[in-house]
């Protein structure tokens, strides 16, 4: 399995479990996703934590020795489609979601964590929305989701830079909530968190689903997603993979 899912205490934690391959999202991790969705929508739980196992990465995005199979606009729609709904249906869950970034969060990793409404990240992790660098834009919502969460230069900064952010620059510029140098620092944040009843977290969160709801966030989501589909399908993006794919040959 590419993925654990367990509940303990209340709280359900999501692990992407594919480390040798630096847990890059195949349609196996789609499938514990949108297993996670459900469950946590369904489930009187606290709260929801997403991690990977290792610690090199959190997530290199999608696994692109699966993906570059994708080569049009209408078979990149699907894909990006079902990731991005299924990120949507997380972020918009009734419970505080906490991505904890234990390794580097790249191209759709950075988008599963910027969906998450905490990203506890560990001192060594470097994160970055690095799709440009792929002739793309984010395409699972993170890009709309960046805008929602950091001041706006910051945002349409780290998207447009397209490369790998320090710990350091993640906590200056905002995307990362705390910077966790030790376990205790772990155990603090969410001592902190479990002293408030969950029907206040619960009531808080409602806020903010309100107001995505009401400025149509799924709408802009998608517009996302469209825009990134046209450019999967242009010759810049799919030579980009092949050297990527093809680094060790060279
Ligand atoms: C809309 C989202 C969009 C999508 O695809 O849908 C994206 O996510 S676009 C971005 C896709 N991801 C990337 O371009 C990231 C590629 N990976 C890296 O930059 C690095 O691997 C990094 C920084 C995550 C980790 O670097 P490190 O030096 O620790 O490891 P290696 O690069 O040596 O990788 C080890 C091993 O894993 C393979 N690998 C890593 N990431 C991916 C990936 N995303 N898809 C497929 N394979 C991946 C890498 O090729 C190495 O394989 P090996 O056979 O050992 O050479």
């Not at 990006?80 to 949507?88: A, F, I, N, S, T």
Request: hydrophobic share 40%.
């Amino acid at each position: 399995m590419s993925y654990k899912l367990e509940i303990s205490e209340q709280i359900m934690t999501f692990t992407i479990d594919r480390p040798e391959i630096r847990n890059a999202i195949n349609e196996d991790v789609m499938v514990g996703l949108e297993e996670l969705a459900q469950k946590a929508q369904e489930s009187e739980i606290r709260y929801v934590v997403i991690t990977a196992s290792g610690s090199q990465a959190f997530c290199s995005g999608g696994d692109l020795s699966v993906f570059h199979e994708l080569k049009t606009e209408a078979q990149a729609y699907s894909m990006l489609k079902r990731m991005g709904d299924v990120l949507y249906r997380i972020k918009t869950l009734p419970v505080p979601v906490i991505a904890l970034v234990n390794g580097a969060a790249v191209g759709g990793g950075c988008e599963i964590a910027t969906a998450c409404d905490y990203r506890l990240i560990r001192e060594h992790v470097k994160c970055g929305f690095i799709q440009g660098t792929l002739a793309i834009t984010s395409g699972w919502g993170g890009g709309t989701y960046l805008f929602e969460t950091l001041q706006h230069d910051r945002a349409l900064q780290m998207l447009t830079e397209a490369r790998v952010y320090t710990a350091a620059e993640l906590q200056q510029n905002g995307w990362a909530t705390e910077v966790v140098r030790t376990d205790e620092d772990l155990h603090n944040f969410f001592k902190s968190m479990n002293k408030i009843q969950p029907e206040v977290h619960r009531a808080y969160k409602a806020i903010a689903i309100r107001k995505w709801q009401e400025t149509n966030l799924k709408d802009r989501v998608d517009a996302e997603i469209q825009r990134c589909a046209e450019l999967w399908a242009e010759d810049a993006h799919h030579d980009a993979v092949d050297s990527f794919l093809n680094k060790g040959n060279k």
